[in-house]
């Protein structure tokens, strides 16, 4: 058995202090990337409505569809509006992730804000104003409205909610049109085949009936009596007599 033993680690070195540039960079860095995600944000969320609007209008009114049958109306009203519905969900989680981001990123300024000089206070006091509804740069107080205390991450939220209710509301909607069109689809062709069926009930009795033979004897045919011999001879009255007369001057 070896008796060798491995030298222990040596200590990790101290870390070195950092440097006042590179907390500036890095200030720079997250004030930036904070600018950028909340004008993203934004510009997602005008791109998302203007697309929702143009949704909801073909989900209320297919007639995009280029037909006039109920049922693909219903159909192509239902596919829409769950496409709307997804787009939505889409949407609202690339905007709350992108507002997620800034605010990691203003946090992260307001860290290095305290790092450098006492004077620069930009993010610490955005976030002091939003918390307290007012904030004293100087001489100069600065108050936020009551209706400004919401944030702005909450009204997106609430957005997309709104917009998720009334894509569901239409989901419903159009399949609730799409299930009366095939059902009364479905009633009528049963109905027709109940109509057709005495019918052809019927038409085969009839068919019976007429090959069946009749045992019955047949009754004799009645003539009528015939006036036209009777009218075409003429009377044998006068010719009788004419004959008659005629014997007798012959006998004389």
Excluded at 39 to 51: A, C, D, I, N, R
Excluded at 155 to 161: C, P, Y
Excluded at 180 to 195: H, L, M
């Amino acid at each position: 058995m070896s008796t060798d033993q491995s030298p222990p680690p040596s200590p990790a070195p101290p870390p070195s202090p950092l440097c006042l540039e590179d907390v500036r960079a890095g200030y720079q860095s997250a004030v930036q990337m904070a600018v950028y995600d909340g004008q993203l944000s934004w510009q997602v969320t005008g791109t998302f409505v203007q697309y929702a609007v143009v949704t909801i209008a073909a989900a209320v009114f297919p007639s995009f569809a280029g037909t006039q049958e109920p049922f693909w109306i219903a159909l192509v009203g239902l596919l829409v509006s769950i496409g709307g519905l997804i787009m939505t969900l889409m949407f609202g989680s690339m905007v709350m992730r992108v507002r997620t981001y800034e605010e990691y990123w203003s946090t992260r300024a307001k860290q290095l804000e305290g790092i450098l000089d006492d004077a620069v206070k930009t993010f610490a006091g955005s976030v002091e104003l939003s918390k307290n509804g007012s904030i004293r740069i100087g001489e100069d107080v600065i108050k936020m409205g009551k209706i400004s205390l919401i944030k702005s991450k909450v009204i997106l939220g609430a957005l997309f909610i709104s917009f998720a209710l009334v894509f569901l509301s239409l989901s419903a909607f159009n399949g609730s049109r799409l299930h009366d069109v095939v059902t009364a689809t479905s009633s009528g062709a049963n109905k027709g085949q109940t109509e057709t069926s005495p019918s052809a009930a019927s038409v085969q009795q009839s068919g019976d009936v007429a090959s069946k033979p009749s045992n019955a004897p047949s009754a004799p045919a009645t003539q009528a009596p015939s006036t036209t011999q009777s009218d075409s001879q003429p009377s044998s009255g006068p010719v009788q007599q004419d004959t008659k007369s005629q014997k007798e001057i012959i006998s004389e």
